[in-house]
């Protein structure tokens, strides 16, 4: 099986509404698509580098994979594989990696997760996105609420953390909330609002601290009944070290930032082993990437909630989104990914 042909669409999504963090804002986003095609087969793969890469990073992921792209040209399947690891950016590793599945997939007429060998699964569990505590946030929980959520992810440490605590009890009760503060508060700063808030359904709060070491989290995690996760600072800390000490009790995942499907198992796995809990998560991904990040998740952690529903945010997608219904994202019932580009990023 050789790949005939191969093709990159780039895009720039916009967005409804900003997207807030406590480091970042976001107001588009923006990816490179590659699609490899053989023997009448299409797979797809998104590189959407985190919207903190910068213009430089940005520049490396697109140009990395250019480089990919050249050289998958009239290669067989089985030596495209073999030279994902040559591939020197993780957002383009990925990319890849996903096309090629996606096309082995539907060549064997398997979903991705069942070609990689999980069982059969339907429905993945997602917490909503609802944002930052601003004005409009009671709103978006009420609608989340109503379309069937019973975790709500909410980004913390954008605004004082006083007024934020006094926000988050003011939503009152009927989910759990999982908090996600993006490194934004000192040591003092995260006990203090944690404390604030501890007495509410709280499901997990990422990455809390802004200088963490495995001291600083561990302390902050044998204080709270909920568990604490880690994100964004897992190779900082190192993720042996992380494993050993038990500093935090869930790992978050953005599938891009390790490099592909193998690599993504082989840590989630590790996790596992050491007792910690998987969460897959996107940021405000397209279509064809959450719907990657989702085979994902039916392959490490089919019973837990991930953060993909956020295709809600975007004004417009490159495919038509997986259903979303009842806080479950519903696989595709069909081989590969379950979805493919429409439009101007379809054609070949």
Known sequence: MRLDRVVLRPYALPLKRVWRAASASLAERRGMLIGVLSQGFVGWGDCAPLPSSGEAGFSRAFAALEAAADGLGGATLDAAFAGISAIDNAQARWAVETALLDLLARQRGLPIHQALGAKPLRRVAVNAAVGALDDGCAGRVAAALSDGFSVLKIKVGVGDWREEARRLRALGAGARFRLDANRAWAAAE???FLDAVADLPIDGVEEPISDPTLEKLRGLQDRYAFALAVDESLFELGPEQLFAARAVRRLVMK???FGGFRAALGLAEAA???????????VVDSAIGVAAAAQLAAVVAPGQVHGLATGSWLARDVATPLCLREGVLELAD???LGLAPSGEFAQF
Do not use: L, M, N
């Not at 596992?272 to 996107?282: D, L, N, P």
């Open 255 to 257: 599938p891009a930032r």
């Open 272 to 282: 596992a082993a050491a007792g910690f809990e998987v969460v897959i998560t996107s």
């Open 334 to 336: 069909q081989p590969g």
């Open 190 to 192: 995260a006990q203090a």
